[in-house]
């Protein structure tokens, strides 16, 4: 039980994941968040990884929820591949890359977008355990991924095809505890996300995860980012505060100095130990499919005490929300506002991903996959090496300046009557 104490003291407190030694390499135990401090972490897929817009939004939670974290991140999604690809480049794509951590995930293009074929799906398996055991070989951390489901609504033969994958996704869940490894299934969550749309958005007016069924839109990476990152037991809360009236304080996740309080109101400074993520407006459709990211981007505040009325809430003096009485002594969540200085500052470190994730595609398109003809000539061969190296430390200097940017800031709040 948290225990209020004097506004003269402060509690702090943050709920990391297990940091990075010796055993880095060691599955994730059960309820523990899969990725660690100073992971190295690998998107492996088809062109649903390479769109960066699910991996971008899980990058983004692991950067600002964990901003002394030292994570780094590439992408090695190609629009068209399948498992069978997959295996095939996992040593040069993956393993060379000196990864902690991969995630995997195919099977979309695998199951031939009809109906359930039983060669395909051997196939499937067999090219997917090819990956999981040269991943355990190699001491590396994997989270198997099942597909999302594709939305009927829009897809011309999504009917038949949404049918097909549950059967050919089953065999995933066993393959990953074959190896002991982490399982996410994400066919099961976003189906039963898109079922929910169907009764209440029939045609795709406004809830739209995937523009042709199955390719995300922002809300749909956001619907992939918050099924894997909540199957993967990420931390809730991003912080927590509870004030009174009376001058009491109660923190997790946060520090809270110079408090001024009342009935009428509270002011106070909060240096919070991370920052929530920055809601997108185009994500706002999907809240309602993501439990309102209350399981995943929990930024809290609550105030006991306050006279009977309706409160804004300004953060450095810029107003963000407004709640009444009875929902700041309940407690409300901040994390799914789309304003003020601390969304701004989360939304910088957003841009600045994107940013270097061009380098990071560069790299990967440009270098790896020979796109710029001149690497695949005897001079460019000769270069490559070093020049794949310059690329990444170019990536990873970029990333240093990703986590300067999601460093938190001491805050003014205020809690005043709205005018």
């Given at each position: 039980m948290v225990r209020l104490l004097p506004a003269a003291l402060l509690v702090a407190a943050a709920a990391l994941p297990a940091p990075a030694g010796a055993d880095d390499k060691a599955p994730a135990s059960p309820g523990e968040f899969f990725f660690r401090p100073g992971d190295r972490v690998v998107f492996l897929g088809d062109s649903i990884t390479e769109q960066y817009q699910y991996s971008t939004y899980v990058e983004l939670y692991l950067t600002t929820r964990f901003p002394n974290g030292k994570m780094s991140f590439l992408n090695a999604g190609i629009g068209g591949d399948t498992a069978g690809g997959g295996a095939g480049r996992f040593q040069s794509h993956v393993l060379d890359e000196k990864p902690t951590a991969v995630t995997i995930n195919f099977g979309m293009n695998d199951g031939g977008y009809g109906k359930f074929d039983a060669n395909r799906a051997k196939q499937f398996a067999e090219r997917t355990e090819a990956m999981l055991k040269m991943a355990k070989d190699a001491g590396v951390r994997v989270a198997l991924l099942s597909p999302n489901a594709v939305d009927k609504r829009n897809k011309s033969n999504g009917a038949e095809y949404v049918?097909?994958?549950?059967?050919?996704?089953?065999?995933l869940a066993g393959l990953a505890g074959k190896y002991g490894f982490a399982f996410v299934d994400q066919y099961a969550i976003t189906k039963a996300a898109t079922d929910r749309m169907e009764e209440v958005d029939p045609k795709a007016k406004s809830a739209v995860p995937y523009y042709d069924g199955f390719h995300t839109s922002p809300p749909g990476g956001l619907l992939m980012a918050h099924a894997i990152l909540t199957g993967l037991k990420a931390p809730a809360a991003a912080s927590e505060v509870e004030l009174t009236a009376a001058?009491?304080?109660?923190?997790?996740?946060?520090?809270?100095?110079?408090?001024?309080?009342?009935?009428?109101?509270?002011?106070?400074?909060?240096?919070?130990?991370?920052?929530?993520?920055?809601?997108?407006?185009?994500?706002?459709?999907?809240?309602?499919?993501t439990n309102e990211l209350?399981?995943?981007?929990?930024?809290?505040?609550?105030?006991?005490?306050?006279?009977?009325?309706?409160?804004?809430?300004?953060?450095?003096?810029?107003?963000?929300?407004?709640?009444?009485?009875?929902?700041?002594?309940?407690?409300?969540?901040?994390?799914?506002?789309?304003?003020?200085?601390?969304?701004?500052?989360?939304?910088?470190?957003?841009?600045?991903?994107?940013?270097?994730?061009?380098?990071?595609?560069?790299?990967?398109?440009?270098?790896?996959?020979?796109?710029?003809?001149?690497?695949s000539t005897p001079a460019g061969q000769k270069r490559r090496a070093a020049e794949l190296a310059t690329r990444r430390a170019e990536a990873d200097a970029a990333q240093a300046e990703v986590y300067k940017l999601a460093a938190p800031q001491a805050r003014r709040w205020e809690v005043r009557p709205a005018q």
């Amino acid at each position: 039980m948290v225990r209020l104490l004097p506004a003269a003291l402060l509690v702090a407190a943050a709920a990391l994941p297990a940091p990075a030694g010796a055993d880095d390499k060691a599955p994730a135990s059960p309820g523990e968040f899969f990725f660690r401090p100073g992971d190295r972490v690998v998107f492996l897929g088809d062109s649903i990884t390479e769109q960066y817009q699910y991996s971008t939004y899980v990058e983004l939670y692991l950067t600002t929820r964990f901003p002394n974290g030292k994570m780094s991140f590439l992408n090695a999604g190609i629009g068209g591949d399948t498992a069978g690809g997959g295996a095939g480049r996992f040593q040069s794509h993956v393993l060379d890359e000196k990864p902690t951590a991969v995630t995997i995930n195919f099977g979309m293009n695998d199951g031939g977008y009809g109906k359930f074929d039983a060669n395909r799906a051997k196939q499937f398996a067999e090219r997917t355990e090819a990956m999981l055991k040269m991943a355990k070989d190699a001491g590396v951390r994997v989270a198997l991924l099942s597909p999302n489901a594709v939305d009927k609504r829009n897809k011309s033969n999504g009917a038949e095809y949404v049918v097909t994958q549950k059967q050919f996704y089953a065999p995933l869940a066993g393959l990953a505890g074959k190896y002991g490894f982490a399982f996410v299934d994400q066919y099961a969550i976003t189906k039963a996300a898109t079922d929910r749309m169907e009764e209440v958005d029939p045609k795709a007016k406004s809830a739209v995860p995937y523009y042709d069924g199955f390719h995300t839109s922002p809300p749909g990476g956001l619907l992939m980012a918050h099924a894997i990152l909540t199957g993967l037991k990420a931390p809730a809360a991003a912080s927590e505060v509870e004030l009174t009236a009376a001058g009491g304080i109660a923190a997790k996740g946060a520090m809270v100095t110079e408090l001024k309080a009342g009935k009428d109101g509270v002011t106070f400074t909060r240096l919070d130990d991370a920052l929530p993520l920055p809601v997108q407006k185009d994500w706002l459709p999907m809240l309602p499919y993501t439990n309102e990211l209350r399981d995943l981007n929990r930024y809290g505040l609550t105030v006991k005490g306050l006279a009977e009325g309706n409160y804004a809430v300004k953060i450095d003096g810029k107003e963000v929300a407004k709640y009444t009485a009875k929902q700041l002594a309940d407690g409300v969540n901040l994390g799914t506002v789309t304003t003020g200085p601390v969304w701004e500052q989360g939304n910088a470190v957003l841009k600045a991903i994107n940013d270097k994730n061009r380098i990071v595609h560069g790299r990967f398109r440009g270098i790896l996959l020979n796109g710029d003809p001149y690497w695949s000539t005897p001079a460019g061969q000769k270069r490559r090496a070093a020049e794949l190296a310059t690329r990444r430390a170019e990536a990873d200097a970029a990333q240093a300046e990703v986590y300067k940017l999601a460093a938190p800031q001491a805050r003014r709040w205020e809690v005043r009557p709205a005018q």
